[in-house]
Each structure stands twice: as structure tokens, then as C-alpha cells.
């Protein structure tokens, strides 16, 4: 089975800061990796699929890289709105998550 | 607009039996297949089961095989997840959530219900 590491787990930052994070893969899976975005009592959202490709209404100071093993999605500019858990998730076979990020406010 | 709308969660008590839906409006539910995403208290997701567009493909994680069971009513619009032999640990919110592929399957999850909780407890 395909395992998923996040990190870091837990993240503080500011408005304004430019923020990354890692999602690495057990095994190859080309660019089958979405990322999602979490805010406490709401349903994930959709923010990136096929590992950079923005999903619509998505803001675009959000961006996701790589392919293989590892990845990362980037915040350019991180806004209030943004303060939230973030997951990534591989599409290769079975659906897994990873464990996520916890973005808060510094 | 997409609508996904869970509901049936509740206490129930352990090795007992529950029952789910997911009503679904704004688009061709029959065009797409679903997935079940369970959440426990404090923790992150997990993938549940997926049913392809038209109900012929089930697919489940390893600790629900035997115990839960996926089907879809496409033309009521319809998604179901019938929970047997519940366990403590089965205690989650469960959100159903859209495959993004058309006619196809391992696709992003591009829309997501809102969730329904269910606690397993004596």
C-alpha cells in the first residue's frame, strides 16, 4: 500500500508569509496527488489535482510542484482565510490522505 | 449548483447496524462514481469505499471489508453506505464526496457533503 508523510505536521506563520509544505510518497505515483484544505467543522475543499493543477475559483497565490515521490503546495502570500489544516491525498490505486499540516496563526 | 447532503449517523450501539445517504442534486449523479471519507474525532481522513458511475465496481479500506457496504439508487439520486458490526472505532463524521472524473473513476474529490456523525457507544 502507498503510505504518505506530510510535513511539517504543524506549521505557525504570518499573514503575508510565503509558506510551503512537503507530501512525500512511498512509492512512485507520477502527478496522481491532489491537495485539500480543511477549516475546523467544514468539509475539505479541493484546492489542487494532478499535483499542480489549480482547481477552479481556487485562489492563485496557492500552487502545488512535483511529481514521483515527493510534492509540495505553496501559499505565496498567506491571508487570514487561510489559517487551516491541509491534507494531501494520492490517486494512484485506493485513495489514501496524508496525515496533514496544521497551519495557525503565529 | 453541486449538492451533496448526508444523513442517517447517530449513537449506536457496538456491533449494531446503521445506514447512510447521501442525497445528491445539481448535476448527472449517474455520471460519476462516489466515495465515503470518514473523519474520527481530532483525527484526519480517511478513505472509506468508492462506487464507480454506475454501481458495477465497490472498492474498500481493509479495516470496513465485510462489514460495510456501498450501493448507489441513480435514479433517486441516491448514495448509501450500510454499516454492520460497528465498532468503537468506527466513531467518525462520514462525508460522501464526488469523484471529478466524468464517466470514469480516480479523479480528485471535487465536491464534498457536509458530514454526518456517527458515534459507536454502549
Known amino acids: 500500500d502507498i503510505q504518505l508523510t506530510q510535513s511539517p505536521s504543524f506549521l505557525s506563520a504570518s499573514v503575508g508569509d510565503r509558506v510551503t509544505i512537503t507530501c512525500r510518497a512511498s512509492q512512485d505515483i507520477t502527478t496522481y496527488l491532489a491537495w485539500y484544505q480543511q477549516k475546523p467543522g467544514q468539509a475539505p475543499k479541493l484546492l489542487i489535482y494532478a499535483a499542480s493543477t489549480l482547481q477552479r475559483g481556487v485562489p492563485p497565490r496557492f500552487s502545488g510542484r512535483g511529481s514521483g515521490t515527493e510534492f509540495t503546495l505553496t501559499i505565496s502570500s498567506l491571508q487570514p482565510e487561510d489559517f487551516a489544516t491541509y491534507y494531501c491525498?494520492?490517486?494512484?490505486?485506493?485513495?489514501?490522505f496524508g496525515p496533514g499540516t496544521k497551519v495557525v496563526i503565529q | 449548483q453541486v449538492q451533496l447532503v448526508e444523513s442517517g449517523g447517530g449513537v449506536v450501539q457496538p456491533g449494531r447496524s446503521l445506514r447512510l445517504s447521501c442525497a445528491a442534486s445539481g448535476f448527472t449523479f449517474s455520471s460519476y462514481a462516489m466515495h465515503w471519507v470518514r473523519q474520527a474525532p481530532g483525527k484526519g481522513l480517511e478513505w472509506v469505499s468508492f462506487?464507480?458511475?454506475?454501481?458495477?465496481?465497490?472498492y474498500y479500506v481493509d479495516s470496513v471489508k465485510g462489514r460495510f457496504t456501498i450501493s448507489r439508487d441513480n435514479p433517486k439520486n441516491t448514495l448509501y453506505l450500510e454499516m454492520s458490526g460497528l465498532r468503537a472505532e468506527d466513531t467518525a463524521v462520514y462525508f460522501c464526496?464526488?469523484?471529478?472524473?466524468?464517466?470514469?473513476?480516480?479523479?480528485?474529490?471535487?465536491?464534498w457533503g457536509q458530514g454526518t456523525l456517527v458515534t459507536v457507544s454502549s
Open positions: 462506487i464507480s458511475y454506475d454501481g458495477s465496481k465497490k
Open positions: 464526496a464526488r469523484d471529478g472524473f466524468y464517466h470514469d473513476s480516480g479523479g480528485p474529490f471535487d465536491y
Open positions: 491525498q494520492q490517486l494512484n490505486g485506493d485513495p489514501v
